[in-house]
Every structure is written in structure tokens, then in C-alpha cells.
């Protein structure tokens, strides 16, 4: 049974913005943290946020000038929304859920419980 279904992504040019969404069921929405990985640059799998209900959101250094993750409590929906995206962010993104923030948190996808099918972003020059 699919627990996470991924839409947005796609074709943006450089400095363009994106939006991403991830449906969880109500179960998983409510009760696990829930956040993001991308596999960028033939690079690891890396976190790049997370957010866990009534807790402080965590994005990455690296884009937390330029991503916001949030949550549509209405629709069981987490957003990533990404702007000024450059060529270097193009790659696949993941949306995940596990019971704690830490995978999202320190990059690492081993154990993580529920992933979303991916989805491709591309940022031309």
C-alpha cells in the first residue's frame, strides 16, 4: 500500500521556482515526522528538511535560504517549496517519514520507514 504520493517537480530554469508535495495518509501525517531527501549531482542521498508536528521545521544549511518546508493540515500534505534554484539542485527528490526527524536531520535514508515514489527536478542554465 503506497503511503506517500509525490507530485510537482518538473522543467525550471535557473532562479525559477518549484513546488513539491507529498499526500501521507492521516495516520503517518499526524504522527510522523515528515520531510525531504534529494540525490543531486550523482552525489548520497541527503536530507534537506524535515518537520514534525509542533516542532521547529529543520532545512538544511545548504538551502535554508532558498526552501521552505511546510504542511497542509487539511489535505495530510507536506510542501517543499523551493526558489532561486540553480542548475546544481537539479536530481531526484524524496519525500520521506519516519517516527524521528534524525534521518532528514543527518542524511541518512537507511532505516527510513515510508518514501515517496520520487520525483525529477531539472534546473537549466
Known amino acids: 500500500q503506497v503511503q506517500l504520493v509525490q507530485s510537482g517537480g518538473g522543467s525550471v530554469q535557473a532562479g525559477g521556482s518549484l513546488r513539491l508535495s507529498c499526500v501521507a495518509s492521516?495516520?503517518?501525517?499526524?504522527?510522523?515526522?515528515m520531510g525531504w531527501f534529494r540525490q543531486v549531482g550523482g552525489k548520497e542521498r541527503e536530507g534537506v528538511a524535515a518537520d514534525y508536528p509542533n516542532r521547529t521545521p529543520y532545512v538544511a544549511d545548504s538551502v535554508k535560504d532558498r526552501f521552505t518546508i511546510s504542511r497542509d493540515n487539511a489535505k495530510y500534505t507536506v510542501y517543499l517549496q523551493m526558489s532561486s534554484l540553480q542548475p546544481e539542485d537539479s536530481g531526484m527528490y524524496y519525500c520521506a517519514a519516519d517516527p524521528s526527524c534524525g534521518p532528514m536531520r543527518q542524511s541518512d535514508p537507511r532505516n527510513v520507514d515510508y518514501w515517496g515514489q520520487g520525483t525529477q527536478v531539472t534546473v537549466s542554465s
Open positions: 492521516e495516520y503517518i501525517y499526524s504522527t510522523y515526522c
